[in-house]
């Protein structure tokens, strides 16, 4: 996500930013999540107001906005003043015909059809553990994107709500050997290690081992805008921590992962038609709803994301690709 040169993360900048830009930036959580009000995001927004966003969502790491009238070229177009939308290949039906940059989300839409399951079931067994369902988007990618902007058009009337943690608060929220010791430490991020296989036919699966996506990262990544340490650790997509046993990267990751998504850094957000949900993809990982598959209620969602770099570690290592994914190109 671009940021312009100059803008501070303090306390006293935010307020001087967010009253120039006539909106106000309120603080729902105590590590992460705020809501923006005053800004309509469907509008050619000034520089002022694109700055104030910017600096909220780099510190509160999601912002939240109700009401909103976007389609998909505003959304596009919202998107573009914070960094250039990824486009991904091949996506198939998950794009609207014309918009490339968005991926249409929908209960029971795409993986019943493509892979011969029903949606719930997919979802299910995806999740299989509380901790395998926490993730970064496309963490196995060498440049995971920067940034989510996901807008809600249809939303069950309940369940259905998204979760997302703070790694940087989870990082600090360690103690000092401990973080010394893991920001060392660089792991393997697979595509679907939170996978849980049936036995025998399995479409998905196959699909999966033909499209095998890999890299290693630092386990604490420096944010590139902000220089703080963040623990960059996910249930769906860490397979190995490098150079370690597996029962010992077994125990590890299963303490930092419970570490990163303590409730204390924690937000949950109740969907409406027209709510947008902006985050940081480098310093969050969110959990997908659960709760509502069997309700037999739709629940329509369209993202757009944002081009990210490759992260760099404490001591200044870049991450390396293994398989499937390189700089730039999706």
Request: glycine residues 12%; proline residues 11%.
């Given at each position: 996500m671009r940021t312009s040169d100059g803008v501070g993360m303090t306390t006293e900048w935010d307020a001087a930013a967010e009253r120039a830009a006539g909106v106000e930036v309120k603080p729902v959580a105590g590590h992460i999540g705020a809501e923006i009000t005053g800004v309509d995001l469907a509008d050619d927004l000034d520089d002022a107001v694109v700055a104030a966003i910017r600096t909220a969502v780099l510190r509160w790491k999601v912002v939240f906005f109700r009401g909103q009238r976007l389609d998909h070229a505003r959304h596009v177009a919202f998107a573009r003043r914070f960094g250039e939308p990824v486009v991904l290949g091949k996506r198939g039906s998950a794009s609207p015909p014309d918009f490339p940059e968005v991926e249409t989300t929908a209960d029971r839409l795409e993986l019943g059809g493509r892979f011969g399951m029903e949606h719930e079931e997919w979802l299910q067994r995806r999740r299989h553990t509380l901790l395998?369902?926490?993730?970064?988007?496309?963490?196995?990618?060498i440049d995971p994107p920067a940034a989510t902007?996901?807008?809600?058009?249809?939303?069950?009337?309940y369940g259905g709500d998204t979760t997302w943690?703070?790694?940087?608060?989870?990082?600090?929220?360690?103690?000092?050997?401990?973080?010394?010791?893991?920001?060392?430490?660089r792991a393997e991020h697979r595509l679907?290690?939170?996978?849980?296989?049936?036995?025998?036919?399995d479409a998905y699966l196959r699909h999966l081992l033909d499209h095998q996506v890999a890299s290693v990262h630092p386990l604490v990544r420096v944010h590139p805008e902000t220089g703080e340490r963040v623990l960059y650790v996910n249930g769906y997509y860490v397979e190995q921590i490098v150079d370690v046993s597996r029962p010992e990267s077994r125990a590890l990751l299963e303490m930092l992962l419970e570490q990163a998504v303590r409730p204390e850094y924690t937000v949950r957000f109740r969907w409406e038609p027209g709510s947008?949900?902006?985050?940081?993809n480098r310093a969050t990982i969110h959990l997908a709803p659960g709760d509502n598959a069997h309700l037999g209620l739709p629940r329509i969602m369209h993202r757009v994301m944002l081009t990210g770099d490759v992260p760099v570690g404490v001591d200044g290592r870049?991450?390396?690709?293994?398989?499937?994914t390189e700089p730039g190109r999706w």
């Open positions: 395998r369902g926490w993730h970064c988007d496309h963490g196995a990618r902007i996901l807008r809600a058009e249809t939303v069950p009337p943690s703070n790694l940087a608060a989870a990082y600090a929220g360690l103690s000092a050997p401990v973080r010394e010791f893991v920001d060392t430490l679907g290690v939170g996978y849980q296989p049936r036995p025998g036919d947008v949900a902006f985050w940081d870049p991450s390396q690709p293994v398989i499937g």
